[in-house]
């Protein structure tokens, strides 16, 4: 029988991701950001196509104060550890880091990564950190989102539900 890695051993502080996947590195390096509150089919599809973008595929998460700034003070409904626990714990994922900042562009800048990916809500001119990939040699992508999936369509369902 084999043995399940531990996910949170996939959950590396912004100083361990740098080492272990910065500049220079064999491979390709993907990434992506968000605060995947609760994670659903459009975020499992979204993550597995851009994994196959490359070797590597780090998740940038949003830490719960960042979220409470994007999204209001009812949000995130899931704590920081839970939410990157599940997303480290996902085939697709390679590794996890938190930020704590409004958008990932610190982040972004320490990694360099080879392949940046944001859904498609998203435009090569909105996304966070594409000209500081690009400058470097990197390519940026904008994914198709999965129509109908949306935490933001879950919660208003759990609303509707509930009057």
């Given amino acids: 029988m084999s043995e399940i890695p531990d996910p949170a051993s996939r959950i590396l502080t912004r100083e361990q991701l740098v080492e272990r996947y910065g500049r220079p590195r064999d491979g390709t390096v993907v990434f992506t950001n968000g605060c995947f509150d609760i994670l659903h089919r459009g975020h499992a599809e979204y993550l597995r196509a851009a ?3 490359g070797d590597v595929l780090v998740v940038g998460l949003n830490a719960d104060d960042s979220v ?4 209001g003070p009812s949000r ?3 704590p920081q550890e839970d939410r990157a626990y599940v ?3 996902l085939a697709a994922v390679d590794a996890v880091t938190l930020f704590e900042e409004d958008t990932p562009l610190e982040l972004i800048t320490a990694l360099l990564p080879d392949v940046l990916v944001k859904g498609g809500d998203y435009s090569v001119d909105t996304i966070v950190g594409a000209r500081e990939v690009m400058a470097a040699g990197g390519r940026v ?3 198709p989102l ?10 208003q369902r759990g609303r509707e539900a509930s009057e």
């Fill in 141 to 143: 992508v904008v994914a």
């Fill in 87 to 89: 997303l480290a714990s």
């Fill in 76 to 78: 995130p409904v899931n």
């Fill in 68 to 71: 409470r700034r994007l999204k």
């Fill in 146 to 155: 999965v129509p109908g999936r949306s935490t933001t369509s879950i919660l």
């Fill in 51 to 53: 994994r196959q973008l």
